[in-house]
């Protein structure tokens, strides 16, 4: 018997919601201190065009679209009577903002610094282009969301939840362990508390929010151990960094930033696609933990919020995290976005996250994504028939060759024409390595969802559908949307590659042809129907 709707109005805030709100803001806080770390001190942008320009309208991004889906929150459970649903929770994507930084800001940064601006103008340049790679970004997203609904009824669960899946075991789980083992003694121990408290549900003495307990006991250690010179690698105090409000007006400074965009719409694009992509996963995982919210409301949200940070001065796109389970799981229903949006908006606008950015260490942020990630990822098999678990499984391949193609693709691991030289160096077993991880990388989250859903018209009977998958999958990899043979991911014509990279994007291309061929064929045999559970 379904339950109908309560005459009371949901809370506005539950013990969970303190979980929930340091988990998302020490999400938020951790990708802009990555930001930071890399434009000010890789690429040398000043940092009070960083900290009093980008971070205010990357902040107000935050902020409009937190707010928006804890209206949507209190909405589905007003409708439903219930009183455990949980917002879809909001933030800075960790894949595009480190994309954003490393592959377009800084090297823009460079470009300007190289055709004779001063460091400042240069600047102010990178931060227009920017902002008018954010209204691009906004404007494509927001052309995209209305196709979300569709996607979630085309597509099987399997498919959804394997490809994030895969994304959060490598990207949220992997990644963020390394940064937790550089300083092991504070890492394993707020880790080691979060596992306690979250997956193992321990206790504690006080009636503490334990993601607030793991977070404090990290940080006093931290700087304990580091002030008392007991072996915390790399401790430094930071320097302090002065209050500055500023305020996220909208600027038409990005029109002037428009033109510089044309040569990063390759890679502008597919982020945008990616984020297009990841929201109808997310929707999908929070159907799967029980809140249904339409897809197309929780895309257009996201790409809304993108768009107005972009006309405020921001330079980071925002996008529905993948962990809505996992803040369930917290206790956290619809406070702990509210409040998130109210800190990260107002603290941007008021320069309180320049300085806070500054004395959060990684050692102590890294284990809280961990954490998430792991949740995740026993999501993608919890929430899909067993029968489709080979299929979850296949999906999280490609995530781990975008693992690698992140940490090879380094200049700091690989020069750039090592990196050149090892791509090219084909011998006598086929392509060589590194071009076949970048390849694969590249499009993970869109080769992972096809590669799924093959696998399951497979395991359902439905090879001609397998088939069709694949053929979609060719015409995809010829321009680049998946298995890019640009090493920076991004799309082109076919026609226009250069002879080696061409005759890579043709060998991928071709042999899902040939499968999709060899299935055909197979079809054609009198269909044995498939077991279900």
């Known amino acids: 018997m379904s339950q109908s709707p309560t005459r009371n109005p949901p809370r506005w805030f539950v013990a969970g919601d303190i979980n929930g709100f340091f988990g998302l803001v020490i999400d938020n806080l951790s990708i802009l201190g990555f930001i930071a770390m890399a434009l000010v001190g890789i690429f040398g942008v000043p940092a009070d065009v960083v900290f009093q320009r980008m971070f205010p309208g990357t902040a107000l991004?935050?902020?409009l679209g937190n707010l928006a889906y804890t209206w949507m929150g209190r909405r589905l459970a007003a409708k439903t009577g219930r009183d455990d649903v949980t917002a879809m929770p909001l933030g800075l994507d960790a894949p595009t903002s480190i994309g954003m930084a490393l592959l377009v800001l800084g090297p823009a940064f460079l470009a300007f610094r190289a055709e004779g601006l001063d460091e400042r103008a240069a600047g102010i340049a990178t931060w227009q282009l920017g902002m008018a790679a954010l209204v691009v970004m906004g404007l494509f997203k927001?052309?995209?969301?209305?196709?979300?609904?569709?996607?979630?009824?085309?597509?099987?669960?399997?498919?959804l939840l394997g490809s994030i899946g895969g994304a959060a075991l490598a990207l949220l789980g992997f990644l963020p362990l390394i940064e937790t083992l550089r300083n092991p003694v504070v890492g394993l121990v707020t880790l080691g508390l979060l596992l306690y408290l979250l997956v193992g549900k321990g206790r504690l003495p006080l009636r503490i929010p334990g993601v607030l307990f793991a977070f404090l006991v990290g940080v006093t250690l931290y700087y304990g151990l580091g002030l008392a010179g007991l072996g915390v690698p790399g401790f430094a105090l930071p320097e302090a960094v002065p209050l500055a409000p500023s305020l996220p007006w909208p600027d038409l400074g990005f029109l002037d930033g428009l033109a510089a965009t044309v040569p990063y719409l390759p890679l502008l694009l597919p982020f945008g696609l990616l984020m297009v992509v990841g929201g109808i996963n997310v929707s999908e995982s929070a159907r799967a933990a029980g809140d249904d919210y339409r897809t197309r409301d929780v895309l257009l949200v996201e790409a809304l919020a993108t768009l107005a940070a972009g006309i405020c001065g921001g330079v980071a796109?925002?996008?529905?995290?993948?962990?809505?389970?996992?803040?369930?799981?917290?206790?956290?229903?619809?406070?702990?976005?509210?409040?998130?949006?109210?800190?990260?908006?107002?603290?941007?606008?008021?320069?309180?996250?320049?300085?806070?950015?500054?004395?959060?260490?990684?050692?102590?942020?890294?284990?809280?994504?961990?954490?998430?990630?792991?949740?995740?990822?026993?999501?993608?098999?919890?929430?899909?028939?067993?029968?489709?678990?080979?299929?979850?499984?296949?999906?999280?391949?490609?995530?781990?060759?975008?693992?690698?193609?992140?940490?090879?693709?380094?200049?700091?691991?690989?020069?750039?024409?090592?990196?050149?030289?090892?791509?090219?160096?084909?011998?006598?077993?086929?392509?060589?390595?590194?071009?076949?991880?970048?390849?694969?990388?590249?499009?993970?989250?869109?080769?992972a969802m096809l590669w799924a859903t093959a696998v399951v018209f497979l395991v359902d009977g439905r090879v001609r559908g397998a088939a069709g998958v694949l053929l979609v999958a060719a015409a995809l990899t010829l321009f680049g949307v998946i298995h890019s043979v640009d090493p920076r991911g991004g799309v082109y014509l076919p026609w226009s590659l250069e002879s080696l990279r061409q005759a890579i994007c043709?060998?991928?291309?071709?042999?899902?042809?040939?499968?999709?061929?060899?299935?055909?064929?197979?079809?054609?045999?009198?269909?044995?129907?498939p077991v279900t559970e």
């Open 61 to 63: 991004g935050v902020l």
């Open 142 to 159: 927001t052309a995209l969301s209305f196709a979300g609904d569709w996607v979630t009824r085309v597509l099987p669960r399997a498919a």
């Open 317 to 447: 796109q925002t996008t529905p995290y993948i962990g809505q389970p996992a803040y369930k799981h917290m206790g956290a229903r619809t406070g702990y976005t509210l409040l998130t949006g109210l800190f990260v908006g107002i603290g941007g606008a008021l320069g309180i996250l320049a300085g806070l950015v500054q004395w959060l260490p990684l050692a102590v942020l890294a284990p809280i994504i961990v954490y998430v990630g792991i949740d995740i990822t026993l999501q993608a098999f919890h929430e899909t028939p067993r029968r489709h678990a080979a299929a979850v499984a296949l999906a999280f391949l490609p995530s781990l060759a975008y693992l690698l193609t992140i940490k090879v693709g380094n200049p700091a691991w690989i020069a750039p024409e090592r990196f050149a030289e090892l791509y090219a160096d084909i011998g006598r077993h086929g392509l060589p390595d590194l071009a076949a991880i970048v390849t694969l990388g590249n499009g993970f989250i869109i080769t």
């Open 506 to 529: 043709f060998q991928f291309a071709g042999a899902y042809v040939a499968l999709a061929v060899v299935l055909g064929l197979l079809s054609l045999q009198r269909q044995v129907p």
